[in-house]
């Protein structure tokens, strides 16, 4: 085995394999050195890992998932790898040189349904909305399939901007002023121009706080908001950029403990009412969102005690930033269970192969939300923390994963669409420049009195509503009256079954609470869900070898556990993982970490569980998000 190779980082990472050129291998194609190192690694790993690696290195160059770095740059910290290209692929790589293969790289296929030319807007899978060649800007339907808008590490292939360009090849120049998250859908702008691109930047980069006097906002160009506050004639302030979104949201009982203490007990009416107020008070809704590159991201209704409370532009000295959004609308309530219609629903909304409905769902209702600041995952976030997930939205609560062989790398059908889009239009003018005693015309865009303004008057989930309303509408007052009261009831904290479609489960036949390994060890945090009264039965913590369980990967920590709690007759649903330190002799473990598939765990849940598993162990976590 060339020395190169056998000095790569092949256990560093489950994502890419990290080569450098060794001298006795030098020069060497590009595509050969990729070649050798995916075959190399496939005789590392485990067989059950080595089959799902179908890619040769020819389809990596061209998906745009192999990158290179030359050695004299190695030792450069301004110096990035690029990517290798297809015209790159005979590139004769020397001694030193570095390449990173993703072996494994995310694909988006649904990017093949849609017709990307700019002369299909008459079509009905056409994503093109508007485009204004002589102002330089295209609008978008985006897909609600996983759809990237830009290029991500591993395929710059499938996504909107490679889509454009290849169905229009007179289009030179497109670049994605603003994104959308992969999985959400709706409006979005593309420049097709420099001229334009610099204008959009600057509406958004020039925002302030007029809407909200007494709160200092700056929110950053991201995933979903990104707004300018502007004078209109009246003397009022509007946006330069307005977005609205629509999204439909669960309405889920929150999880609660023994420990925790109890309000008022909740139910559906309570859960919708909250929504409705907050709607007719225009209330602002804040959170701080935790200083964290893992997802998904962690909002809290104040800051912890350790955070620094003074906020500038947004943000705590520590680096927390402040969440706004506001809720506009609010749509009707959607039952999940008492009747076929309902029923019907939750199959419809949940239809993927991959997640389930969440178990303890009784019901959905339409949103619309505007964003008074963008951070990632925004929307997604506060409304999982005020109890409102967004159907489909398995990070954060809204679907649970079919199988703990889930990994978070496939991408879900999110109900979150922006589905209103308005920016002010330019007036294109011509400045002259001097530059070493030359004068120069260049033209430049400033904001006009006129909008453009978009719409969209559905999202994909809405024949599903409108076809679960029409099945309501044929039932009886009386059947809908006996088959909520038998079911659930729209007011009732917790959904009661029908006696005759009662479960049986074998509580004394549970797993302990911990199984856990020595040594540092990868763990996975469990719950039992009773399918009689859809709570939480018990929490379970799990930490074993690769040789214990099976594989390196947290899903296989995960699967014996979730087996032996669904032959209990309980619901097994994985919440996510990180590692455990445990030193069986002195009786301590701590919990830190993270997991690329389930997420990061509740580690201060985890630390309890082992504690309440044994009372003489001394639990401990750690929630630094550098960890892993």
Not at 66 to 92: H, T
Not at 127 to 143: A, E, M, Q, T
Request: contains cysteine; hydrophobic residues 35%; aromatic residues 8%.
């Amino acid at each position: 085995m060339p020395s190169a190779f056998a000095a790569s980082s092949w256990d560093s990472s489950d994502w890419a394999i990290h080569v450098a050129i060794a001298p006795e291998d030098a020069p060497i194609k590009a595509v050969d050195a990729i070649d050798t190192a995916l075959g190399k690694y496939r005789e590392k790993t485990e067989e059950a890992v080595a089959e799902t690696m179908t890619y040769s290195a020819e389809d990596l160059i061209e998906l745009g998932a192999a990158w290179y770095l030359p050695a004299q740059d190695m030792d450069n910290i301004y110096k990035k790898p690029s990517r290798l290209s297809k015209e790159e692929a005979d590139f004769l790589l020397q001694e030193g040189d570095y390449i990173r293969i993703h072996h494994n790289p995310r694909r988006f296929p649904a990017v093949t349904q849609y017709d990307w030319s700019l002369d299909s807007q008459s079509q009905p899978n056409s994503v093109v909305v508007d485009y204004n060649p002589s102002k330089g800007f295209l609008v978008l339907n985006k897909p609600p399939e996983c759809i990237p808008v830009h290029a991500t590490v591993d395929n710059h292939a499938e996504n909107m901007a490679a889509c454009l360009k290849r169905a229009n090849p007179d289009l030179d120049y497109v670049v994605t002023p603003h994104r959308l998250d992969q999985n959400t859908s709706g409006l979005i702008t593309l420049a097709t121009s420099k001229t334009f691109a610099a204008y959009y930047a600057q509406l958004l980069r020039h925002k302030t706080a007029s809407k909200l006097p007494t709160v200092n906002i700056d929110s950053t160009s991201n995933e979903e908001s990104d707004e300018q506050h502007v004078s209109t004639k009246d003397g009022g302030t509007s946006s330069g950029i307005h977005k609205v979104y629509r999204c439909l949201v669960c309405l889920v009982p929150p999880s609660t403990t023994d420990e925790e203490s109890s309000g008022p007990s909740w139910s559906v009416d309570t859960a919708l009412q909250k929504l409705q107020t907050y709607a007719k008070d225009q209330t602002i809704i804040r959170h701080y969102l935790e200083p964290s590159v893992r997802a998904p991201k962690r909002f809290y209704a104040s800051l912890p005690a350790n955070a620094t409370t003074t906020i500038t532009s947004g943000k705590t000295e520590a680096g927390w930033a402040e969440c706004l959004m506001r809720i506009h609308k609010v749509g009707d309530v959607c039952a999940l269970r008492g009747n076929a219609a309902s029923d019907d629903l939750a199959k419809s909304l949940w239809s993927s192969a991959k997640e389930v409905m969440p178990p303890t769902c009784q019901a959905v209702v339409e949103l619309e939300v505007e964003l008074l600041t963008g951070r990632t995952h925004q929307i997604r976030g506060q409304l999982s923390a005020e109890g409102y997930p967004l159907v489909g939205d398995v990070p954060y609560g809204g679907a649970e994963p079919r199988e703990s062989s889930y990994e978070s790398k496939y991408g879900t059908t999110l109900a979150l669409q922006c589905c209103r889009l308005n920016f002010l239009d330019p007036d294109i003018r011509t400045f002259q420049t001097k530059k070493k005693g030359n004068i120069n015309k260049v033209d430049k865009m400033i904001p006009s009195k006129g909008w453009n303004e978009y719409e969209l008057n559905s999202a994909w989930w809405t024949p599903i509503l409108a076809l679960y309303k029409e099945a309501m509408k044929r039932l009886s007052l009386e059947e809908m009256t006996t088959m909520a009261a038998l079911d659930i009831g729209l007011v009732d904290s917790a959904p009661r079954m029908k006696q005759r479609t009662s479960s049986s489960v074998q509580p004394e036949s549970l797993p302990p609470q911990a199984i856990l390994s020595a040594g540092r060890q990868k763990y996975v945090l469990v719950k039992s869900i009773d399918p009689n009264t859809y709570s939480v039965h018990e929490w379970f913590v799990k930490s074993a070898s690769p040789q214990e369980c099976g594989g390196p990967y947290h899903k296989d920590v995960a699967r014996d556990l979730v087996e032996w709690i669904e032959a209990c007759g309980y619901k097994a649903v994985v919440t996510g993982g990180g590692r455990i330190l445990y030193q069986p002799d002195t009786k301590r473990a701590l919990v830190y970490g993270f997991s690329y598939g389930f997420g990061r765990g509740d580690h201060a849940r985890a630390a309890k569980v082992i504690k309440e598993w044994d009372k003489d162990m001394d639990a401990a976590y750690d929630d630094s998000p550098d960890l892993y």
